[in-house]
């Protein structure tokens, strides 16, 4: 178990409000990276990244063909004064965001049969997401597909075998990395074995300590190894780990096992908090503050535009009062502006 000294604190809500400044909301939209709908970049994201928002994150909804693409991401990049980071969900397979119209469709991990084929699907992605603009890759997968009955794994995974997942993530991240976009290890600490989809649900896992190191855990090993950029949470309960709080939320996960005993020093980002395996439990803001104060670097808002404003308000009141601490949240800082410029 865990030090005791980081068990997560009991759910209670933080409502005090102080006065924010103009810096302090640039320091508070550091830590978000969001999405917004159409082709083309909308009035409010813009404003958010002149703000110094971290990044944004593309879906097909922003997705005609690679001309338009291109044209959007340098808008996003003009639209901001630093660097930016642009992330997309390109696994390959069901999970592909830009398919045709220039993009090769890259095959499923399930159907990647050895390390060198990983590399080169990876490679083949970084190349084309590069061409374009986009600078981090939120992927490979590195769950150990264990439970056949998990509803959103399947072919995303690479296995059920812990050591060839480690294998062919960790090959994954090194094609995506050597040709200039960042990869993301996910869902730490595993969300492999889980009966519910945290699109809909939060899930909940029983396993102790001793089966996430044989089973759940290798591949983040290997991965971190391999020097992967970043590393995305699961909005999984693992009870027997700490209880009753998400991965994303998770003191004991994030800064004690991740950080602590794995020695990530890397990005860490949260899984979208608009899922309703967050969003049904908590408010946005609240849910955006206790992720940072458990170790979340870079916060996810990927569609609802009223609960990344509340994200927003809510760390840079944060930030204000204290409750997030300045040194707490330059390193976070120091880490996302370490990875969009190393791949910017």
């Known amino acids: 178990m865990a030090d005791a000294r980081l068990r997560s604190e009991p759910m209670q809500q933080h409502t005090d409000t102080v006065s924010v400044d103009a810096e302090l909301t640039r320091r508070a939209a ?14 409010t994201t813009a404003s958010l990244l002149r ?47 830009f398919k045709g119209a220039g993009f090769t469709d890259l095959p499923a991990a399930r159907t990647l049969t050895d390390a060198t084929a990983a590399f080169e699907a990876a490679a083949t992605a970084a190349r084309e997401l590069r061409h374009v603009g986009v600078n981090l890759n939120f992927a490979p997968v590195l769950d150990v597909d ?9 072919d995303r995974s690479f296995g059920s075998d812990p050591a060839h997942v480690a294998s062919l993530g960790t090959s994954f991240v090194r094609g995506l ?3 200039g976009v960042a990869a993301c290890g996910k869902h730490f600490p595993g969300h492999g074995d889980t009966s519910l989809d945290s699109h809909l649900d939060l899930p ?16 983040f090993r290997a991965a971190i190894a391999a020097g992967v ?28 096992t991740l950080r602590g005993e794995m020695g990530y020093e890397g990005v860490i980002v949260s899984d979208d908090l608009d899922m309703k395996a967050i969003s049904d439990h908590y408010e946005a803001g609240e849910a955006a503050v206790r992720a940072i ?44 502006r370490n990875l969009a410029r190393q791949f910017g």
Request: glycine share 8%; with cysteine.
């Open 30 to 43: 550091g830590l978000l990276c969001v999405g917004f709908e159409g082709a083309t970049l909308d009035d």
């Open 51 to 97: 703000q110094g928002a971290a990044g944004v994150i593309l879906f097909s909804r922003n997705f005609v063909d690679r001309q338009q693409l291109a044209a959007l991401c340098n808008d996003i990049l003009e639209a901001a004064d630093h660097h930016v980071i642009i992330a997309v969900d390109h696994e390959g397979g069901r999970v592909q965001r």
């Open 146 to 154: 264990s439970n056949p009955a998990n509803p959103i794994m399947g």
């Open 177 to 179: 990395q050597r040709h």
């Open 204 to 219: 909940r896992v029983s396993h102790d300590r001793a089966r996430l190191e044989a089973v759940e855990w290798p591949p």
């Open 229 to 256: 950029a970043a590393i995305m949470t699961a909005h999984v309960v693992y009870d027997a780990i700490d209880p009753g709080v998400p991965a994303t939320m998770s003191r004991v996960l994030l800064e004690g």
């Open 293 to 336: 104060e458990a170790g979340v670097d870079l916060i996810l808002c990927c569609r609802n535009p009223a609960h990344r404003d509340a994200a927003h308000q809510a760390i840079a009141q944060a930030i204000a009062s204290g409750r997030l601490s300045n040194d707490r949240v330059e390193a976070s800082l120091a880490r996302i």
